[in-house]
């Protein structure tokens, strides 16, 4: 008899275990180097405008190269691909790091890294998320995602915070340089693995108009099309926390880098949060998507008006718990209604239209943060989030969700709160997440 999907049940293979020790380590560093870059940005250029760009920089890739990297993944061995995104992000950290120390990092050298970075992430997202179903097979896959993302949210908590503290002691040099060497963790434990263990990759059949295909089924359902238009418009605008954050932090509260720790760790708890009410209260809906956004936009707003450092901080709480009440409720209801044969074409859209706004909104976000002030920054996004649900409104009510088994919902559900908090991982920091697989 299999054993029963999820708890701590993917803890008995051994590779995952080495997988997750290593991979914690590494994404608590990718969370320190966050913090770190956006400071040294701001230190660099004192821009919020260049900090947008930069941004931009660090996402096209996965914007251009996310589906070719996808489909490597599927026909190349992933352990081998995991070692060298492993190595070439562990050299551009230690490098970030060498021309700190020694003050030779310039303007165009941020868009060089940044870009670099990004384009090995492209690589290492994709290949990331699917390899932890070789590691614990179909039987544990639940248990196996349910602790990557707890992992996830911890090195989310707690790595910002403490790259505030290094940068505070040391210097900004040392988040990157231990950023660099916490990539040899998930390396070591790559290397440690047992190969024969490993569960086989199902093959992939690729056919022609696949991706085509999923944007029409979109287009021409209101119950699809409503949500990812929705999503689109808000990932653009309301989701640019990397450039946010630390514009607050620098040119609004007068905080040093200790500041922009603070408020991206409390927005990670506000995150886990909402992750939390949601897995208790209700069933995802079109209706409660519009509430989602509705409460989003409105604590955005709020955010925004704080007088103080530690007011804004604490509406910070209800902002991540907002962002992933969005996420989640897009996602679920997006599953719920599309056709199981085009269910995947139709997540590889919204997780794209997510993701891949950052290229445009981070330097729309990053000039009104420079020319305007930071705080008009959430005022824009909280406005865009309410606008857009009561644009969407009429067809939200109008729409209904597949009928399926109590079961089936749950899972769905518990799937989307765990892409919910990856992908504001991913969005805020470029850190790769561990989405369910697709196999």
């Known amino acids: 008899m299999s054993p029963k999907p999820g708890g701590f049940a993917a803890l008995r293979h051994r590779n995952f275990r080495l997988y997750l020790m290593g991979q914690g380590l590494s994404q608590a560093g990718t969370w320190m180097q966050t913090v770190a870059m956006g400071w040294l940005v701001l230190k660099v250029t004192g821009s919020g405008g260049m900090l947008g760009l930069v941004s931009a920089a660090q996402f096209t890739p996965t914007l251009l190269f996310g589906a070719f990297a996808g489909t490597l993944a599927d026909r190349h061995s992933r352990w081998h691909m995991l070692q060298i995104t492993q190595v070439l992000a562990a050299t551009i950290a230690i490098l970030l790091g060498v021309m700190v120390v020694t003050d030779t990092i310039?303007?165009?050298?941020?868009?060089?890294?940044?870009?670099?970075?990004?384009?090995v992430n492209a690589f290492d997202m994709p290949i990331r998320s699917?390899?932890?179903?070789?590691?614990?097979?179909?039987?544990?896959?639940?248990?196996?995602?349910?602790?990557?993302?707890?992992?996830?949210?911890?090195?989310?908590?707690?790595?910002?915070a403490v790259a505030g503290v290094l940068i505070a002691v040391f210097g900004l040099a040392v988040p990157f340089m231990v950023n660099g060497i916490s990539y040899l963790a998930i390396t070591v434990a790559l290397l440690l693995m047992r190969r024969s263990e490993f569960v086989p990759k199902a093959p992939v059949k690729k056919e022609k108009g696949q991706i085509r295909e999923g944007v029409k089924v979109v287009w021409a359902d209101p119950r699809l099309r409503t949500p990812m238009l929705m999503t689109v418009v808000i990932g653009l605008l309301a989701y640019e926390n990397q450039i946010s954050l630390p514009l607050?932090?620098?040119?609004?509260?007068?905080?040093?880098?200790?500041?922009?720790?603070?408020?991206?760790?409390?927005?990670?708890?506000?995150?886990?949060?909402?992750?939390?009410?949601?897995?208790?209260?209700?069933?995802?809906?079109?209706?409660?998507l519009g509430f989602a956004s509705l409460f989003l936009g409105a604590s955005m707003l709020v955010a925004a008006v704080m007088p103080t450092f530690w007011t804004m901080a604490t509406a910070l709480l209800l902002v991540g718990a907002g962002s992933v009440a969005f996420i989640t409720m897009n996602s679920a209801t997006l599953q719920l209604t599309s056709p199981v044969a085009v269910r995947g074409?139709?997540?590889?859209?919204?997780?794209?239209?997510?993701?891949?706004?950052?290229?445009?909104?981070?330097?729309?976000?990053?000039?009104?943060?420079?020319?305007?002030?930071?705080?008009?920054?959430?005022?824009?996004?909280?406005?865009?989030?309410?606008?857009?649900?009561?644009?969407?409104?009429?067809?939200?009510?109008?729409?209904?969700?597949?009928?399926?088994?109590?079961?089936?919902?749950?899972?769905?559900?518990?799937?989307?709160?765990?892409?919910?908090?990856?992908?504001?991982?991913?969005?805020?920091?470029?850190?790769?997440?561990?989405?369910?697989?697709?196999?």
């Not at 039987?139 to 993302?149: E, H, L």
């Open 345 to 439: 074409r139709v997540m590889a859209l919204y997780i794209t239209a997510i993701i891949g706004t950052t290229p445009i909104g981070g330097p729309i976000i990053g000039w009104i943060g420079q020319h305007i002030d930071p705080r008009a920054t959430y005022v824009t996004g909280g406005l865009a989030c309410l606008i857009t649900a009561a644009f969407a409104w009429p067809s939200l009510q109008r729409s209904t969700e597949e009928a399926v088994s109590d079961e089936e919902a749950e899972a769905i559900e518990a799937s989307s709160i765990v892409t919910a908090e990856t992908l504001m991982g991913d969005k805020d920091s470029s850190v790769p997440g561990a989405l369910p697989p697709t196999e």
């Open 106 to 119: 310039a303007v165009w050298s941020l868009f060089v890294l940044a870009a670099a970075f990004g384009t």
């Open 248 to 288: 607050f932090a620098k040119f609004t509260f007068h905080r040093e880098a200790t500041g922009y720790g603070v408020l991206s760790s409390l927005m990670g708890v506000g995150s886990v949060i909402g992750g939390l009410l949601i897995a208790k209260f209700g069933r995802a809906t079109h209706r409660r």
């Open 130 to 160: 699917s390899f932890v179903y070789e590691l614990v097979g179909p039987d544990d896959i639940t248990s196996a995602v349910g602790i990557g993302s707890t992992t996830n949210n911890v090195a989310r908590i707690f790595g910002p």
